[in-house]
């Protein structure tokens, strides 16, 4: 089993639905990370979260640590935001875990 | 404006043959990390390098090595190259001095073995 699972592994949406991807692991974490990797290929940071919730834009991160899951909401989605959504886990002081990512489509 | 870049972004190797891929930050960051990015799978460690002459092995480290003469590089080499091998190669760097552990990732090397 992997130590770190996002689901739904897909996910379609009309424009301006509201989106959630799910991240669970199994493991004992110092922080979460939220990246996305665009259709060209290239992965940003998007959140880093150890508790409670982060905002920027209309993404909205969440992390529940007692039960080891993450949520990432989308807000009013638009084709742009399609892309994968890799969910990460950092044990100890830098390197990562990653789920295998959720790949997001948003048609107009 | 501060970047990580990789080289080159496409290669086509045959078989047994050596391979570097390069990785250039100038962030002056500490930490540098190697992946490797197959379908089915997440990105998976392969080497990393918290400075100068450090060098680690990760989960997926037979086949490669890397070595860190200086703050900005960290080269990977596959030895001796194999069709299992055939990937995307993803570097990044983070600055864990400042307490700052996000990763910046470099744009991706997808290499092909026949």
């Known amino acids: 089993k992997n130590e770190v699972e996002q689901s739904p592994q897909n996910l379609t949406a009309q424009e301006g639905e509201f989106i959630t991807i799910n991240c669970s692991y199994s493991?004992?974490?110092?922080?979460l990370h939220w990246l996305q990797q665009h259709p060209g290929g290239g992965i940003v940071s998007l959140f880093m979260?150890?508790?409670g919730k982060k905002k920027h834009g209309r993404l909205i991160a969440t992390i529940n640590i007692q039960e080891k899951h993450s949520s990432l909401h989308i807000t009013a989605s638009h084709p742009r935001d399609s892309a994968v959504y890799i969910c990460a886990v950092r044990r100890g002081t830098d390197k990562l875990i990653f789920g295998t990512g959720t790949r997001l489509q948003v048609f107009p | 404006d501060a970047e990580i870049t990789q080289s080159p972004r496409h290669k086509i190797t045959e078989t047994g043959r050596q391979v570097t891929l390069a990785c250039h930050q100038t962030?002056?960051?500490?930490?540098m990390f190697w992946y490797r990015q197959d379908l089915g799978h997440g990105l998976r460690l392969i080497h990393y390098?918290?400075?100068?002459?450090?060098?680690n092995k990760g989960e997926v480290s037979d086949g490669y090595s890397v070595s860190r003469s200086n703050t900005e590089d960290l080269p990977l080499t596959l030895e001796s190259a194999a069709s299992s091998q055939t990937s995307v190669y993803f570097c990044?760097?983070?600055?864990?001095?400042?307490?700052?552990?996000?990763?910046?990732f470099g744009p991706g090397t997808r290499l092909t073995v026949t």
């Open positions: 390098s918290y400075g100068v002459h450090d060098t």
């Open positions: 990044a760097s983070s600055d864990s001095n400042r307490g700052a552990y996000e990763q910046y």
């Open positions: 493991v004992g974490i110092s922080a």
């Open positions: 979260l150890s508790s």
């Open positions: 962030w002056n960051h500490n930490n």
